[in-house]
């Protein structure tokens, strides 16, 4: 019993560490967010007494509400929940019984409502839960292995990508798999990227980036957000990171990549989004307003200018929706898929357990 | 014994439920054609109901979402056959409960209401293509969760059906202006999304519905407003048209002649009563297995026919 | 061969360096190191520039980037290195070029020498505003100027004029409307009858000037106003970019007349002119929502109507803006919003341009480099050394399929019109 509570406090102390750095910011990015929340996910299972597997899914989906709860925007976060409790949903019944959820619901319309049901005698429950943990254990490392190589298993593919003498334009300063890629592919081939500097929120980024690809002997010049248009008949490519791919293929990035891309499509210039699996979500953009944050106004217009803050409203969102029509191809980890696949992919890895 | 007449029992179960889907009725029909049917061997059975399904396409008119139910019924016919074995149980099953495909459809209605409350949100301009149930039940429970929003509804001629679908909206409070179906370009602009039902859902996703939501649908890609469609998964059908020819109903217009009808609305007999909407300008289907894109509903009917 | 000494190896090694970083230089598009004695006479004329003119423009942010900019400009002469450098990939474009007084030759006349300068530091900006004040300074040139012997006036004075115009272009390429301008002046002189005195054909010509800046800039302005704010109506939210005189006044007088309506201000860097077309439209009382360009996707939704100022209309029908501007167009060309462009005649060009490459014109990169939001947050020394390279356009062309309509003095026309009007109404606008 005692040792059961000191269990429990240990691991509540690594969840409200965890949920205060969420709060504060302290953690962030989708790359930084997504391992940790893995990791923590690992702690959580190896350390939690659980009976029935039952509670444990139970338990990990209340984590998961209270962190959806913390950092909303922060859809990485939610995702590895989700892709966890899948996870374990799936060595839980072995492979997933129904085939990918939807024909078989369709014949399920004339099929006998009993005959899904398994029952399982107690006895049975407690071998199968001594049994799953090392293999839950085993699925969330990984996962985490999954989330810590992702650059690399995406970089690979850039010397395919990009030809030489190509002008290559990126949105997403901010993106370090962008930012790796690039560098992969300069070692082998000579191309030009134009950075658009992204103001205000990005605009350090850029100028990171830039001095980083200006080091590996790559061309690379900044642009301010306004000539976009002016330069797209240049531009061989559009290649840019995401926050967070949506069900329908549409995405999330920096602001000001919506642009971009509904330009790139008026030149025909072909759009490159790089992710990592976690990043995609089930999520469909009912409304998209509610899915992006909005940032400090200060970073517009200074606040120490009285005319400005007493005279009109300013606005900064940090993020924009890039619909599936602007975008020709998805390079993830695990391979290249349009934007009219991504909803397979999306059934692939989270089915109905994992929502929250 | 008096032959079984599929048609007229497909008629009844039609006439005496007003909320049945013409594809759920034509399952009923074929199993009440099985539970009064005596059959020695699974071969023989398969060929009885392929007779039946065959007889009800071709007898009765407009027979696109007859036939997604024939067809889904003949597959888990096949299926079960083929995989389960034990075909006399699950008979016995289905002929047991033989509403229960009713009660089933319509809670699907249900679910759809829930999944597409998302879509409907405060201060919208909502357009509507003649009469459907299932966007009338969608609309309802977003009224009933206090969205506040406003219909467009087109009268749907030669149908009028329309006028229909007006009444019933604003029988629940919501306001609603009707339209001749020419004025969709000149309110289009103003609309903030369309929803339309289906009669039936092609292989490529597009739809088959009432006369009109094609070119609904193509002002609405110009004006960059989304189009859903709003219908439940057992109307899948198997077909893939490639053009607007492709459907037997637009034939009947290519009818020229110099004779004016005697009586007055002779023409509109050859109007024809549906017509088809290629996937590319459809934004999303909304069913009750969940939000789909045009290529999830290809996907799904590949994996269903084909393995 | 014969031997050189220790020193002389020494100073030819220092001689071929030295030869080589110009050499380089010149590559990557930088301008020469200059004489310290020429950059201390910038940074005089930068003091009393900006001790003149911020009396004059009133607008702060634009004057100390004029100031910063020329003493920038001479600090990095003194270093070897620049902070920022044009990149090749558009070496062919139009440059603007660090001039001071003492690059104009003996004839050019002190004012045009200050407004050459005023130009090539952004504190006039805006086609209008450059027309308008490039004639008046050739009012002022014309009133000086004396027939040397043995010439006509009607020959000599286009050639002193054409030495006021290069060291105007050298201090910033010319814009379409003063170009314009130019070669309807050229004109006019061209015609003085040999009969008249040299006193009466000049103060002929500084009427004449009078009138051209009335009627193709103030009066066609007005014109434009009155029929545009026809295109405004109750409860609509109309967008902008940047700034433009004849947009402004249009809000102002639509305003006037009593309607309701929003406006949604979008701008840029490096200049931030919307910010002062914020200002003035909110002191007067008109709603506004201030925004850059990366926020452009969230507002859109709301907007009724884009109203686009114009640096020049192509004779295909392509518009020649701020850049900035084609990407304001197509955004709203996507969502079926009506963009109507606000153009004076005599910014009509017989150019036709497909792309914004093509020609067009590089302002400073240190511009982008060494301001942020306000001019108190700079780039960090370090990130300042590095050379670092900067694209800093001036125009973008919006192609005709983007723009739904342009209001000009003359008349609404569609895009495709451009030609028509311009071959139609030669006479008309070109007076």
């Known amino acids: 019993m005692s040792s059961q509570n000191r269990g429990d406090r240990e691991i509540d102390i690594f969840v409200e560490q965890f949920i205060s750095q969420l709060k504060r910011r302290q953690l962030s990015g989708s790359h930084a967010v997504a391992l940790a929340t893995a990791q923590l996910l690992l702690r959580f299972v190896s350390a939690a007494r659980w009976n029935h597997i039952d509670s444990l899914v139970k338990d990990i989906r209340a984590l998961g509400v209270r962190l959806v709860q913390t950092a909303p925007k922060e859809i990485a976060c939610r995702n590895i929940v989700s892709r966890v409790l899948t996870l374990i949903r799936e060595e839980q019944h072995g492979h997933k019984a129904e085939n990918g959820g939807l024909s078989g619901s369709m014949l399920g319309l004339l099929e006998k409502n009993d005959k899904k049901e398994e029952v399982l005698d107690k006895a049975a429950l407690r071998q199968a839960n001594r049994d799953i943990r090392p293999y839950i254990i085993e699925g969330i490392q990984d996962l985490i292995d999954e989330v810590a190589n992702i650059e690399e298993n995406i970089a690979k593919m850039s010397v395919d990508e990009i030809h030489d003498n190509q002008i290559i334009l990126t949105p997403t300063p901010a993106s370090e798999t962008v930012l790796l890629f690039l560098l992969k592919a300069a070692r082998k081939r000579n191309f030009t990227v134009l950075v658009t500097e992204g103001f205000p929120n990005q605009i350090d980024a850029a100028h990171n980036m830039v001095e980083k690809l200006t080091k590996a002997g790559v061309e690379a010049i900044i642009i301010p957000d306004a000539a976009v248009y002016a330069v797209m008949s240049k531009v061989g490519r559009v290649i840019m990171g995401t926050s967070t791919v949506l069900a329908n293929g549409g995405c999330l990035s920096s602001a000001g990549s919506a642009l971009v891309c509904a330009t790139a499509t008026q030149h025909s210039t072909p759009v490159v989004v790089l992710t990592a699996i976690y990043k995609l979500s089930p999520v469909y953009p009912f409304d998209v307003p509610s899915m992006i944050e909005i940032g400090s106004s200060a970073q517009v217009a200074d606040y120490s200018d009285s005319e400005i803050v007493e005279g009109f409203q300013v606005f900064n969102p940090l993020a924009d929706y890039v619909p599936p029509e602007d975008i020709q191809i998805y390079n993830t980890n695990i391979g290249e898929f349009s934007p009219a696949f991504i909803y397979r992919i999306v059934l692939d890895h989270y089915s109905d357990a994992g929502n929250l | 014994m008096a032959k079984f007449d599929i048609k007229e029992t497909y008629l009844r179960f039609l006439r005496d439920d007003p909320d049945i889907t013409m594809p759920v009725a034509a399952i009923e029909a074929l199993v009440q054609l099985l539970s009064e049917t005596e059959t020695s061997t699974s071969a023989e059975l398969i060929q009885t109901l392929k007779e039946a399904s065959a007889e009800l396409k071709t007898s009765v008119d407009n027979s696109m979402s007859l036939s997604a139910g024939c067809d889904l019924f003949m597959r888990f016919v096949l299926r079960n056959i083929r995989e389960y074995g034990d075909w006399e149980a699950c008979k016995g099953h289905l002929v047991k409960n033989g509403r229960l495909f009713a009660e089933r459809s319509k809670a699907a209605r249900k679910t759809i209401s829930e999944k597409g409350l998302a879509f409907v949100r405060d201060d919208d301009v909502i357009l509507v293509h003649s009469f459907s149930r299932t966007v009338l039940a969608l609309l309802e429970h977003a009224a009933k969760n206090l969205v506040r929003f406003r219909v467009f509804v087109t009268e749907a001629a030669p149908s009028d059906q329309g006028k229909r679908m007006a009444k019933a909206l604003r029988e629940r409070g919501i306001p609603v202006s009707l339209i001749v179906d020419n004025a969709v370009g000149s309110v289009i602009d103003e609309v903030s999304k369309v929803f339309c039902g289906a009669e039936g859902v092609a292989e490529s996703g597009g739809v088959i519905n009432h006369v009109g939501s094609y070119q609904i649908a193509v002002l609405a890609k110009n004006a960059n407003k989304p189009f859903y469609v709003v219908t439940e998964s057992h109307k899948f059908v198997r077909i893939f048209p490639l053009a607007q020819a492709d459907l037997p109903d637009t034939k009947k217009m290519f009818h020229f002649t110099v004779e004016e009808p005697e009586e007055q609305n002779a023409d509109k007999g050859l109007s024809p009563v549906v017509d088809f909407t290629p996937h590319d300008y459809i934004t999303a289907l909304i069913t009750d297995l969940g939000v789909l894109t045009p290529s999830g509903v290809s996907e799904e009917l590949i994996k269903m026919w084909y393995e | ?431």
């Open chain 3, 1 to 431: 061969m014969s031997e050189l000494t220790p020193a002389q190896l020494k100073a030819q090694k220092k001689a071929a360096k030295a030869a080589k970083r110009a050499a380089s230089k010149e590559a990557s598009g930088q301008a020469p190191t200059r004489d310290p004695r020429e950059a201390k006479k910038e940074q005089q004329q930068a003091a009393a520039k900006e001790g003149g003119s911020s009396s004059n423009t009133g607008n702060n942010s634009n004057n100390t980037q004029g100031g910063s900019n020329q003493s920038s400009a001479s600090a990095s002469s003194k270093e070897d290195r620049t902070r920022a450098s044009r990149p090749a990939l558009f070496g062919h474009l139009e440059k603007a070029g660090k001039v001071t007084a003492a690059d104009a030759g003996k004839d050019v006349h002190p004012e045009v020498i200050t407004l050459a300068l005023r130009y090539s530091s952004y504190q006039i900006v805006g086609s209008s505003d450059r027309a308008r004040t490039l004639l008046q300074a050739f009012q002022r040139v014309i009133a000086d100027y004396e027939t040397p012997e043995g010439t006509t006036l009607s020959r000599n004075l286009t050639t002193h004029l054409g030495h006021q115009i290069d060291f105007v272009i050298s201090a910033r390429p010319l814009s379409v409307s003063m170009g314009n301008a130019i070669r309807w002046l050229k004109q006019e002189i061209s015609v003085v009858s040999i009969d008249m005195s040299d006193q009466a054909a000049k103060d002929m010509l500084v009427e004449k000037i009078d009138e051209y800046i009335k009627e193709k800039i103030d009066v066609s302005g007005s014109v434009i106003v009155e029929s545009a704010v026809n295109d405004i109506a109750d409860g609509d939210t109309v967008l902008t970019f940047a700034h433009s005189e004849v947009v402004e006044n249009t809000f102002i007088a639509a305003h006037q007349a009593g309607k309701r309506f929003k406006i949604i201000v979008v701008d840029s860097r490096p200049l931030h002119e919307g910010r002062k077309l914020a200002r003035d439209l909110s002191a007067r009382g008109i709603e506004c929502i201030y925004i850059l360009v990366s926020a452009l996707a969230h507002v859109l939704d709301d907007v009724s109507r884009v109203f686009l100022g114009a640096h020049a209309m192509l004779s295909n029908g392509a518009l020649l803006s701020r850049v900035g501007s084609a990407l304001i167009a197509t955004a709203a060309k996507r969502k079926n919003i009506p963009v109507i462009v606000l153009c004076e005649s005599m910014k009509f060009s017989d150019r036709v341009q497909l792309d914004s490459v093509t020609l067009n014109e590089l302002a400073f990169p240190e511009m982008l480099a060494n301001t942020y939001i306000s001019d108190k947050k700079k780039l960090p020394e370090d990130k300042a050394k590095t050379s670092l390279k900067y694209l800093n356009l001036c125009y973008d062309l919006t192609p005709a399929a983007n723009l739904t309509k342009i209001i000009t003095e003359l008349g609404h026309l569609p895009p495709s019109a451009v030609p028509v009007i311009m071959r139609e109404y030669k006479s008309a606008y070109t007076m």
